[in-house]
């Protein structure tokens, strides 16, 4: 089941070109020195592309910053005839929220596929919900992007842009700018690994976007092999376990990915990974009605997370039209987190409102598909029920 951890597929290299922004520092550099330039060339363009996010081959011609001969490497090497794109995502359409605190960005991958990005603003504090795969295999039933099945893996270069969209967006309405991101939107992150911690590492550049690596959660349906991997590779990044049911039986259900990795393999490596970070993880919970929300499903969670520093994310179910469910009322959600206290476990209760009533993950997609075949128009902002 699902796609081999590690796996990048690269629909921009079909064609000989790669985009620019596939590309980590140390890479460009490469590119730009083979080519006979001082090393100095590429922190120019690499802090035009990610930092001053410059989205045209016209953009970095004019920059004021370049000497003349970056400049004609860009005029040689980018677009027709050269070696290299700065392929942009499109904006198909665009909602905000009617407490105006969540934006939710719909964009067109080159391909045609589209993907949301979501952009969160409580209290001054930015978090962008980035999209790591088109679709997603792992098939859990409440979820409008495992409904829709997997598609394709998103290059580094369309995980890194969705970012600089958010970033633009923040700045064009006078925003402090990102802090914080989440691997939450379509797809398991830990499927599309390499292309995954490939993007981190270049928004996390200090000649580029300069994003702070312990801000930056990937959250997991819970593959072990990309787990593990990132305890070996020391990845620094907070880790999010996607679990929604505390015994086998029950998490299947819901879980597909629970068959393949029991939970006891699951909760091995969420040792390992508090035990090698020193830090704790956070588990999600999204509760639904009569199914994972009673006080013994609380209390098994509890017993399941004995000894492992955790804090718990419940997240009330947003409806989706392939899964016969319903959110679990404030009067339970709040039971179930009393009971998680007793057992010594912190959590969060997630507000319903702006992105978590209306814009669950793919469930913008999945409605604008239904409802509207994708145009290629920019849609203006609308409001949504919050
Ligand atoms: N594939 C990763 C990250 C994307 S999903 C993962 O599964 O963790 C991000 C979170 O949204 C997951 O915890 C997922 O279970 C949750 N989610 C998906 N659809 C949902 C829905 N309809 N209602 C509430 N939570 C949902
Ligand atoms: Fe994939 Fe995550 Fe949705 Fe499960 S919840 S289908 S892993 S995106």
């Known amino acids: 089941m699902g796609t081999p951890v590690g796996n990048v597929s690269s629909p921009d290299s079909a064609g000989g070109e790669r985009s620019l922004l596939d590309l980590s520092f140390p890479e460009l550099e490469q590119e730009l020195v083979a080519d006979g330039l001082r090393p100095i060339h590429a922190q120019t363009l690499f802090r035009a592309i990610h930092h001053d996010l410059a989205t045209t081959k016209e953009a970095l011609e004019a920059h004021p910053g370049f000497l003349p001969p970056l400049r004609r490497w860009v005029g040689g090497q980018i677009g027709t005839g050269g070696r290299f794109t700065l392929p942009q995502l499109e904006v198909v359409s665009e909602v905000l929220s009617s407490d105006g605190l969540t934006r939710k ?62 970033q633009s967006a923040l700045r064009a309405s006078g925003g402090t700018g990102l802090r914080n991101l989440v691997l939450m939107g379509m797809g398991e992150p830990l499927n599309n690994y390499d292309a995954v911690m490939a993007a981190l590492e270049c928004v996390c550049d200090s000649r580029g976007l300069n994003l702070g690596s312990s801000r930056i959660t990937i959250s997991t349906v819970g593959v072990v092999p990309g787990i593990l991997r990132m305890v070996a590779e020391r990845r620094p990044y907070p880790l999010a376990v996607s679990l929604h049911g505390s015994t086998d039986a029950e998490r299947s259900a819901l879980v597909p990915a629970g068959r393949r990795w029991p939970l006891d393999e699951l909760m091995d490596a969420c040792r ?65 987190q009393e009971v998680l206290k007793e057992a010594g476990i912190p959590s969060t209760l997630r507000q319903r409102r702006g992105i978590d009533v209306a814009a669950g993950c793919g469930q913008l997609r999945a409605e604008r598909t239904r409802t509207d075949p994708v145009t290629n128009s920019t849609r203006s902002p609308r409001s949504v029920s919050s």
């Open 105 to 166: 960005l719909l964009l067109r991958l080159a391909d045609g596929q589209v993907v949301e990005t979501v952009l969160m603003g409580f209290s001054g504090r930015h978090t962008a919900c980035l999209s790591t795969q088109a679709g997603c295999a792992m098939g859990c039933v409440f979820c409008a992007t495992g409904q829709m099945g997997f598609v394709r893996n998103l290059t580094p270069g369309e995980i890194v842009s969705q970012v600089h969209r958010a």
């Open 272 to 336: 390992e990974y508090t035990t090698a970070t020193e830090g704790r993880i956070f588990f999600e919970w999204t509760l639904i009605a009569g199914r994972n929300d009673s006080p013994e499903h609380a209390a098994r969670l509890g017993a399941l997370l004995r000894g492992i520093p955790s804090h718990v994310n419940l997240i009330p179910l947003n409806p989706t039209q392939g899964f016969d469910g319903t959110a679990t009322q404030g009067g339970a959600a709040k039971r179930f």
